[in-house]
């Protein structure tokens, strides 16, 4: 038998028990998720930030189900290494555990992802469990839940330490096979990651978390506009991709471009 480089739900939990920092990010389309998986990104992750960082809204609320599957299908057929998530958008995470499970079902049925992301904690801890005993893997979401933006008044940096552990803890004892931390003080995070036997992903959420996820295209300088203080801007794609542009439009007023080499004789 051939050992499948693919990861898995099961291989990604061990990770944890190996000791091994997990090293995720999101992507939205078939080219950003090649480069992802090529770079050897544990997993990847199809965000409802992609109604920011895609369709350029203000917060995550507009993305929908048939546009998160529709990206989600891209992303994981240019994965062959990472484990794929797809996000559950808002408000999924209210509705009744039938529903919940036909619109995870669709996204594992529909694009081959392997796992979806839920927000929430201990208050869904019956929708893990319900996904859960169907079959579909669940990443939680603990702390800063973007889909509540409207409740917070803004974004804000999570700190009770009780509710932020209660909420994990719930998770992981209802069938969550990793959980995203986000937003929260490193020391908190640090803790929690330290009682649970699942992997933490943290994001704005310090080192101590077994693993990480940045959104893609804050870490290639993709985004323009406002950069939360906790990402750390790997490389200047955007401004690339702009002088590229810039250089094309002058050669090709000046009549530089097309050569005769970009021609056929
Ligand atoms: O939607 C998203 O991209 C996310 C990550 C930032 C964790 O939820």
Redesign the pocket.
Known sequence: MTSDPRMTVPKFLRLKQQRKKIAMV?AYDFPHAKLADAAGVDGI?V???LAMVVQGHEN?LAARLDQIIYHAEMVARAAKQALVVA?LPFPINQCEPSRVIDEAGRVLKETRCQAV?LEGGAKQAPLIEALVTAGIPVMA?VGLR?QTVHMMGGYRVQRDEDQLLTDARAAQDHGAFSI?I?CVPTEVATSISRQLMIPTIG?GAGPGCDGQ?L?LHDLIGMTSGYTPSFVKQFADVGNAIQQAIRDYCEEVREGAFPADEHGFS
Do not use: M
Request: proline share 7%; net charge negative.
């Open positions: 999101t992750l965000g409802d930030s995550t996000d992301k979401h973007p995203v986000e994001i996820v959104v």
